[in-house]
């Protein structure tokens, strides 16, 4: 009897071991989603750029190089706006900061919030593509019918590779999950 | 305790619900996998249907998707892993000389999960809307922004799977940790017990990250978080991420343990040892390893940067190395050995000829450059039924016929055996080799409809699935006429049959077997 106590006892030990390491695996699964984040922060990788806006200091020019930036704006599926760039793309001095403005206009009867998600493409641009000032910083709120110029300072890091001369700077607009929520609550609250 | 009634055996229903024997238990898992082999299947012959001429045949689009689907799923989680589970079931605690598993009520829990989880998965074909149709690697925002109503069950059955092999897990490597006969040091250990402990921690490793990629799929769904929504500021690409660094363990978890079955098998008909056991151990392990470092290969067109393509094709092809090992080792104890060729051992070669097929097609995959043109067409479709069907599957039935008789107690019909075999080599060949064609001229996986000069191969694969999925019915019948009788097995079954479960257990093995450990020298 003592034997298949002391069996029991061995067994529950790799049991425990075996269970910890289950659960943390589980977390390691959650976990990933801020490595993966941090990654692509570090890295710039996937096209990724800051939510935050950059402080550069200025005058660091290169009057040497050109580089093209191309705009490009999207929307969401479910989204009843209309939103573009006001121009398709500009010669910008690395260094430099620069201004362009998008055009978004809520076409739809009712007020809408948007969340715009930035994108850099070629990938490897990301990391040199910072945003001083961006409309994609915060959500934008527009009334039906309302039209808004939104604008983007952005610089091209100088340091950016050689091999790279154009860049391409997308937005999506997405209709903000959490704001449909809080109004849908708020709605709700009404009746 | 139970343990004070030896001779009493339970009968009627009892017996196989509240079943604490390993060996009921694992002829409960091996008769659930091949209940869903058929089921699996039959999605798989209407898929061969659809696609034996172009235009849209038999099923619309959204119900081919569907069966895509749940053809992935079921043949995965509903076929090969519980089969594996069936057989490590069976065979560890004879092989290891323990007289059970060392858990036998959570053994008995994890296997009565399983109807349960293929009940939701399977009820969601008969509810509004439609099944889960995104593909059986449900794809972020397909499967969350775009998925059907019933994606939630389809989460819930992945949930209860994912508890059920864990556990099943767990009590492998316990039993095998702590149950094995004195004098049975790991290093003696037969290589399917070396194989399976070596899946069962692959498994408690990544079935927690599948259950986690889930649940946050439910909440993305349900709960307004953004893991997967671009919207929300999270990134479907991480889904891939994510979903796939459970993904390339889990291709290792389906493979292993038939790499264990077809160790012990060549052997036997070879009528010598093992060439190069603990080669065989230390290159089984460093696949396992090295399977946490591959999973982007799965996507490398996502866009990823030239240094991660490269790293994951570099990684990728390593494993072409532990792999080769075990080819050549397989080869090699077939060199000058007195071979025969039952039906165990014809499977067990056509397993390493067409294995490495498959191994071959997915090294050329490996190189980045050139998966940009393979990539998501039949090319791959190809290489994971090489690999899985003429791999894992055929793994399956040499160890069926191999074990039947200790089993059982009875030999199965050599005639039929051959039969079955040879006519599943051909046809599994004439449904699976066009594919290779038919992806390199481009054909898309996942499409109900083709484009005209694809016809002539889709419909030699078609014949094929055809074949093969009719003669599965003849291994069915095999298999019961094994059960009810034939000419009686012999204790040690096959002349050349080396372990404790074929030297120290008359056949048919007893309910109850070593009760009192046997000495291993």
Not at chain 2, 318 to 330: H, Q, R
Request: hydrophobic share 50%; aromatic share 14%.
């Amino acid at each position: 009897m003592t034997d298949q106590n002391q069996q029991k006892n061995e067994n529950s030990k790799v049991v425990k071991k075996l269970l910890l390491a289950t659960v943390f695996m589980f977390g390691f699964g959650y976990a990933l989603v801020p490595l993966y984040n941090i990654f692509c922060d570090i890295t710039g990788l996937n096209g990724k750029t800051s939510d935050q806006a950059a402080v550069v200091k200025a005058a660091d020019i290169d009057n040497n190089r050109w580089v093209t930036v191309e705009f490009i704006g999207n929307l969401n599926d479910n989204m009843p706006w209309k939103f573009r760039p006001a121009i398709s793309k500009m010669k910008v001095r690395p260094g430099e900061p620069s201004r362009i403005n998008y055009v978004a206009k809520n076409v739809s009867s009712s007020s809408i919030t948007g969340n715009a998600v930035p994108s850099v493409s070629p990938g490897q641009a990301a990391k040199y593509f910072t945003k001083t000032e961006c409309f994609c910083f915060t959500q934008q709120e527009l009334k039906s019918g309302e039209e808004k110029e939104m604008p983007v300072v952005f610089i091209v890091d100088k340091n950016l590779p050689k091999r790279i001369n154009t860049v391409t700077l997308s937005y999506t607009f997405f209709n903000s999950p959490v704001a449909k929520k809080e109004k849908s609550s708020v709605s709700m609250a009404k009746k | 305790m139970s343990d004070d009634h030896h001779d009493h055996k339970p009968t009627g229903l009892g017996r196989w619900l509240f079943s604490t024997n390993h060996k009921d238990i694992g002829t409960m898992y091996l008769w659930f996998s091949f209940i869903m082999l058929f089921i699996g299947g039959g999605m798989a012959m209407i898929i061969r249907a659809e696609l034996y001429q172009p235009g849209m045949q038999l099923v619309d689009p959204d119900f081919f998707n569907q069966m895509t689907t749940l053809h992935g799923l079921i043949m995965v989680f509903g076929v090969i892993m519980p089969a594996f589970v069936g057989f490590a079931n069976w065979l560890v605690p004879m092989m290891i000389g323990a007289p059970d598993m060392a858990l036998p009520r959570m053994n008995n829990m994890s296997f009565w999960i399983l109807p349960f989880a293929f009940g939701t998965l399977l009820s969601t074909l008969f509810m509004e809307g439609s099944a889960p149709n995104f593909g059986w690697t449900f794809y972020a925002p397909l499967s969350t922004t775009y998925g059907p109503a019933s994606t939630d069950y389809f989460i819930f059955g992945v949930h209860l799977m994912g508890i059920s092999s864990i556990m099943g897990s767990i009590n492998v490597i316990v039993t095998i940790l702590n149950m094995r006969a004195p004098g049975m040091t790991l290093m003696k250990m037969p290589i399917f017990v070396w194989t399976w402990l070596i899946t069962a921690f692959l498994l408690i490793a990544v079935m927690p990250v599948l259950a986690g990629v889930v649940t946050m799929m439910l909440t993305d769904r349900n709960f307004g978080t953004s893991f997967f929504e671009a919207a929300g500021g999270g990134d479907p690409v991480m889904f891939q991420h994510v979903f796939w660094f459970f993904g390339h363990p889990e291709v290792y978890i389906m493979i292993l343990p038939s790499f264990g079955i077809i160790s012990q098998i060549i052997p036997t008909f070879a009528r010598k040892k093992l060439f190069g056991y603990s080669s065989m151990v230390y290159a089984t392990a460093s696949i396992a390893i090295l399977s946490f470092i591959v999973w982007a290969h799965h996507m490398y067109t996502v866009g990823m940067p030239l240094a991660g393509e490269l790293f994951f094709m570099l990684a990728t092809m390593l494993i072409a190395v532990p792999t080769g090992v075990k080819v050549f080792n397989w080869t090699a104890t077939m060199w000058k050995g007195s071979l025969t060729f039952e039906t165990p051992m014809l499977f067990s070669v056509a397993f390493i000829i067409l294995f490495t097929i498959g191994g071959f097609s997915g090294l050329m995959m490996s190189i980045t450059p050139v998966d940009f043109q393979y990539h998501d067409t039949y090319f791959i479709v190809a290489h994971f039924h090489y690999v899985l069907v003429t791999g894992a599957l055929f793994a399956i039935f040499a160890g069926a016929y191999y074990w039947l008789p200790k089993w059982t107690g009875n030999m199965y019909d050599e005639t039929l055996g051959k039969v079955h075999f040879w006519i599943s080599l051909v046809s599994v060949n004439v449904l699976f080799f066009p594919m290779h064609f038919l992806g390199l001229a481009g054909m898309p996986r996942r499409i109900p409809d083709y484009a005209l000069q694809f016809t002539d191969f889709n419909q030699m694969a078609s014949i094929g699935a055809f074949v093969f999925g009719g003669i599965q019915l003849l291994f069915l019948y095999i298999v019961i006429k094994c059960i009810r009788g034939g000419e009686k097995a012999t204790d040690q079954v096959w002349e050349g049959a080396e372990g404790l479960e074929f030297e120290q257990l008359p056949s048919p093995a007893p309910f109850h077997s070593f009760t009192q450990a046997p000495e291993v020298k």
